[in-house]
């Protein structure tokens, strides 16, 4: 059945499927921020893009008042992403609030990091080296290690200009990662043994973002589960890891922490502007659907932490028994259900239900148990997309 996008600017996702149930503690620390509305590419996977209309920009004082909440609700961490952070105000980048955005939150002691194609690196590198030494650290997109399949994705010549980016980092000895998105066709061991031999040469680590579905269109490039387990399980075999917030990885590799899905209950995202000046909050930035409807500049961030739109994450996050297909199942306690926005997106897109009464598309249930166990965490200090996102990060070997 058809699943439109865009119909979260007129309609939200069910809130009261879960009742009076309990809910998980808010424990938020950890947030992403789309700035602006343009970007000058055209990335075939970009969830951020039916997010963003143009026509209202940024100013100083409301990048003041955002920062203020931010820091009232005492975040530790932002991430600086969505659309290609140096266009905060339209494609000049001499337009930019950005700068003065990482000035504000690094006066007020929050860990900035940056996630880029190479544009806002570079252009921080070169034309404001004070703001980029700011910065906690750097997620350097790549599609593919291959360079035509990432410049194809991408809809723009962007390679060599990541791999500027990586090698940047690495000389100014700067934390930076390799963000891919996992898809069906870069999600093979082929793709994944370059792009771990690329890591190594850059001492980057790597991050896996797997694919969640906005449309009917990108279901096409979803990686099956067994593409799912058994690239993963490569991973696992060939890195350390450093961060897992994918749930379903969590309970496959053995591990007893029950934080299960992190949206809404650790982290949230904010919108970029909208036309009429607003800025909305979701708890995960995959669910367009379940912005608040308050307003960040007239609303107070805790309001708005606890509407309906966030509770409903902490419940389902407390409920796994209320889940479909996880009653009395024995690896429900870690498991959680799994990703809450993969639930909800391929459930939605394939029945047209709008539920979070659904369980993940990758079940660990469903997988062999021959899944590598997790190695001890390295200490390596803060990276702004820890406890953020159902997310990976690991260490080449």
Known sequence: MSYNPTEHYETRGPTDEFG????????????????????????????????????ANMTKEIVDRIVDQ???????????????????????????????IVEKLSEKNIAVGITTSGDTLIYLYENMPDVFHKLNDFDISLDSP??????????????????????????????????????????????????????????????????????????????????????????????????????????????????????????????????????????????HDYKSSLNLLTSELSDIIASDVFKVFRQRNANTNMINGCEGCKLANVCGGGCAARSYLHNAIETGVKSFTCKDPYCPIDFPANFPKTEEKKEIGRLVHMDYLCTWIGEPK
């Open 70 to 100: 931010l820091y009232k609700n005492n975040i530790e961490t932002v991430n600086l992403g969505g659309n290609e952070p140096i266009f905060t105000n339209g494609m000049n980048p001499k337009d930019s609030l950005l700068p003065y």
């Open 20 to 55: 009076n149930a309990s809910e998980t503690p808010s424990v938020i620390k950890n947030v992403g921020w789309t700035l602006g509305n343009y970007c000058p590419h055209k990335c075939k996977h970009c969830y951020s893009a039916c997010a963003r209309l143009p026509g």
């Open 146 to 287: 291959f360079k035509d399949e990432h410049n194809q994705n991408r809809g723009d010549d962007l390679y060599d200009l990541a791999i500027k980016c990586l090698g940047i980092c690495k000389k100014e000895n700067k934390p930076h990662s390799v963000i891919m998105a996992g898809m069906n066709w870069n999600f093979t061991e082929k793709h994944l043994m370059a792009l771990l031999e690329l890591c190594k040469k850059y001492d980057a680590y790597v991050r896996i973002n797997v694919m969640k579905p906005l449309n009917e269109n990108q279901m096409k490039n979803i990686m099956t589960p067994k593409q799912f387990h058994d690239g993963f399980k490569f991973l696992f075999q060939n890195c350390k890891t450093i961060e897992n917030g994918e749930t379903v990885l969590r309970t496959l590799s053995g591990s007893e922490n029950n934080r299960r899905c992190p949206c809404g209950i650790s982290s949230f995202r904010i919108h970029s502007i909208t036309p009429k000046g607003e800025i909305f909050v979701s708890p995960c930035v995959y669910l």
